[in-house]
């Protein structure tokens, strides 16, 4: 009988900095390992596509959803040729998030699972989110389950991807929530400088800090709320770049007290949970500028992982995801999302064997 399950992890974050790709084995007795693990940068074109998505028409929506999903089989397909994989059981997708309003019981995340199936001819599970937001949760995060059963050491998981999103027990249940975002807003501020993102937070660095912004930015109510909350970029927009944009301060200022901002919201949490240690991964974890600024404002012990898990933990959580979907095991816990019952969530498309052809865009 097989004990270890080979599958591809795929994860598409808010922040567009490209999609993780990641090819782990599970075994029986709960540990994994990454084999191998890459990302793909989007081109100039994807990147817009997927940014602006949530203004297209119906119909180019759809169009979108299954050409973004022929692009991630096709991914899928080059990965496991490049790294001559053999042993798929199957690929567990994200997706990327277009809309996400869970008090109006509605999610998307696009990149078709029966594209991504016929393309890279596997076995697919994705669409995570849905039965959550259906069952009166948030949708998120989703990424607690895998900390909670994978790394179960540490007093908290702190991602910094395009939002920030913690993971914790407390009174014996696991609770999870975003916080902030990180990578969605900088990454916007560092574009309007000519540049993808503050590498290393330099630009950043050389700011100043308004004061008055940061108090402002600290008041907005999503920060009073308690758990479960999670953010989207409708909130962001509508809220967040609202009280920035009407500062006249420079680009440097406004990432600079973002920086700030983002810091002091962190360590609220880590102080208002008592948290000793925290494993903190994502992209945010190579803004140096930004970690130098935790770890002046907190006592906690910062613990970074290595480049594996720092990238790709997300990737190898939606891979773990699909592993207990497929084995019919809860894979949402109620705890985090605020649902009325801990569920199995993901919808399973089977291998295809197709020679379509992928159409190119045609939006107007």
């Known amino acids: 009988m097989k004990n270890d399950t080979f599958c591809i992890g795929l994860m598409s974050g808010t922040s567009l900095d490209g999609l993780d790709i990641c090819y782990v084995r599970f075994d029986d007795a709960g ?9 793909i940068n989007y081109t100039a074109d994807w990147r817009k596509n997927l940014s602006e998505a949530y203004q297209y028409s119906a119909m180019n929506l759809c169009e979108l959803d299954v050409n973004f999903g022929y692009f991630l089989g096709e991914q899928v397909k080059k990965f496991m040729q490049k790294y001559e994989i053999k042993d798929v059981d199957f ?27 016929s393309r890279c001819q596997q076995k697919v599970v994705c669409d995570f989110r849905t039965q959550d937001v259906v069952l009166g949760g948030q949708g998120a995060p989703l990424v607690p ?13 702190l991602n910094l991807g395009g939002f920030s999103n913690i993971s914790l027990n407390r009174n014996q249940q696991r609770i999870a929530f975003d916080i902030c975002p990180i990578n969605i807003v900088l990454n916007l ?12 937070g330099e630009i950043a660095q050389q700011g100043n800090v308004n004061h008055a912004l940061v108090e402002e ?5 999503f920060y009073q709320l308690s758990y479960p909350k999670s953010l989207g970029y409708e909130w962001i927009e509508s809220e967040f ?43 945010g974890v190579r803004n140096v500028f930004f970690i130098n600024r935790l770890r002046d404002l907190s006592d906690v012990e910062i613990i970074i992982p290595n480049d594996n898990l720092i990238d790709f933990k997300e990737a190898l959580i939606f891979a773990f995801l699909g592993y ?25 498309f089977e291998a295809i064997k197709s020679n379509n052809i992928k159409r ?4 107007k």
């Open 31 to 39: 540990t994994f390992e990454i084999l191998h693990a890459e990302t």
């Open 91 to 117: 690929v567990a997708s994200h997706g990327q998030t277009i809309f996400h309003q869970p008090k109006k019981s509605f999610t998307l995340q696009i990149g078709n699972g029966a594209a991504i199936a």
């Open 145 to 157: 389950i895998g900390d909670e059963l994978l790394f179960h050491q540490y007093d908290a998981c």
């Open 189 to 200: 501020y560092a574009n309007q400088l000519g540049v993808d993102y503050d590498k290393n």
């Open 217 to 221: 930015l600290n008041q907005l109510a």
């Open 241 to 283: 770049l609202t009280i920035v944009d009407k500062y006249a301060i420079s680009t440097q200022d406004k990432l600079r007290s973002c920086v700030e901002h983002f810091v002091f919201q962190i360590q609220e949490v880590f102080s208002f949970y008592d948290i000793n240690n925290v494993l903190i991964t994502g992209g």
């Open 324 to 348: 207990k979907r497929i084995k019919n095991e809860v894979n949402c816990l109620s705890s985090v999302t605020g649902a009325s019952k801990d569920h199995c969530s993901g919808v399973i």
């Open 360 to 363: 190119k865009f045609s939006f």
